[in-house]
């Protein structure tokens, strides 16, 4: 059982909308995505089952289609437009990312879907909102992410080197978190009311809230904040928080020990790792057992308060140098001090902690006869149960299945 079991969305295949509508299915909800005939662009989008290009073999539609059905419409003519309606009326949610105009144009859009179905929740998600003055512009994941502001705060101390681009649809899987959201909280306000609403989800918005400081930074103080390795971006640069293992692999250490009992297991961990002797900053860390909590106001107030914040940093990334990445991340959390290592892609599926939480999931393909390896659902919830239920389907699987009970 899913947590939106008994739930059924209408999506409009498109790339603003693959995202949002993966983990509404993902989560028990029924979505069938609506294709044009000859199938959704994202079908042809690569890398493809060892290389061989077909609307069935393309990684980004099983990735992103998972738990859906299919069904192929063509809403460019009037009987595909009238079965259109009809999956709405009985379905109740819609989620598309069409072009501002265009639904309105060929006379299914929420004013007219609506009639049909006056508690009806219509979700769009579109470059910059439905109206204003720049909701006619388009854009890419790229663009999205560098005019919104992530792109900015990405990337290396080093600034003579280009920022980065956060891979993997960022930009697109951000809206689709906000459209998510969104929905969730007008069907859970239509269940009490019996009133639906339309939701426009501006893609640009979307990634703009989500810069963490950069936005607020200048909106509210006027400061422009820098990207920094593996930290936030800030006004003023601060501490590198990257830490070279002994087996060339990184660890980020994020926040350094700030509280006594993380300053006395790092002193302690030195002795039994014999490193104390050569760590001449020991008589700070057992300083810092005389702070109930160091917080940045407090460095700034005092300086020593500083040094023994910088003692501890420093003796995190002496023990890091000393030990494989999986070595250290595993002292440092049993110890209370939150630190990641930094994994390849090919080495996600594999970390035990992943795999603990049931990250990776087989997903059969019985047209192919084998079983893929899936990234599983990105969140956990106990009271929320979510899973892959099937593979992403194919170009129109159920079309004469749902269309029949339409």
């Not at 309606?85 to 990312?97: C, H, N, P, Y």
Request: a negative charge; hydrophobic letters at 40%.
């Amino acid at each position: 059982m899913g947590a939106l079991d008994g739930i059924k969305i209408i999506e409009l295949s498109s790339d603003g909308t693959a995202f949002a509508g993966k983990l509404l299915a993902d989560m028990g909800a029924d979505v069938i995505v609506v294709e044009p005939p000859g199938g959704s662009a994202q079908r042809r989008y690569g890398p493809f089952l060892d290389d061989v290009v077909g609307p069935e073999r393309s990684l980004h539609w099983w990735h992103y289609n998972t738990s859906k059905r299919s069904v192929v419409l063509d809403l460019n003519d009037e009987i595909g437009q009238d079965q259109f309606r009809s999956l709405v009326a009985e379905a109740g949610v819609v989620l598309e990312g069409e072009a501002p105009g265009r639904l309105e144009a060929l006379g299914i859009d929420y004013e007219e879907l609506r009639a049909g179905r006056p508690d009806l929740v219509h979700c769009s998600i579109t470059p910059f909102g439905r109206t204003g003055p720049r909701c006619d512009e388009q854009m890419t994941d790229l663009t999205m992410l560098a005019g919104g502001g992530p792109v900015w705060s990405c990337g290396y101390d080093d600034h003579e080197i280009p920022p980065v681009r956060g891979g993997g649809n960022q930009g697109y899987q951000t809206g689709g978190v906000w459209a998510v959201i969104s929905m969730l909280a007008a069907v859970l306000h239509r269940q009490r009311t019996d009133v639906g609403q339309h939701i426009d989800v501006s893609n640009h918005a979307a990634v703009n809230v989500t810069t963490e400081f950069a936005s607020y930074s200048w909106l509210v103080a006027a400061t422009e904040v820098q990207r920094q390795t593996g930290r936030h971006a800030a006004a003023r640069p601060t501490q590198p928080t990257q830490a070279l293992c002994a087996d060339g692999r990184y660890l980020n250490t994020g926040v350094p020990p700030r509280r006594p009992a993380e300053f006395k297991a790092l002193s302690e961990w030195l002795g039994e790792l014999g490193l104390d002797r050569e760590f001449p900053l020991r008589l700070l860390l057992e300083m810092g057992g005389q702070y109930e909590h160091i917080g940045m106001a407090e460095i700034e107030e005092d300086p020593m308060i500083g040094e023994v914040f910088g003692a501890g940093r420093e003796a995190v990334m002496l023990i890091a140098s000393r030990l494989s990445a999986y070595e250290a991340f595993i002292g440092f959390q049993t110890r209370g001090i939150p630190v990641g290592a930094i994994n390849a892609p090919e080495d996600v599926i594999s970390d035990p902690h992943f795999m603990a939480r049931g990250f990776a999931i087989e997903i059969e393909h019985e047209d192919l006869g084998r079983s893929f390896t899936y990234p599983g659902v990105p969140i956990k919830m106990n009271g929320s149960p979510s899973s892959i239920s099937r593979r992403a389907p194919h170009v129109g699987e159920h079309t004469d299945e749902i269309m029949g009970d339409s």
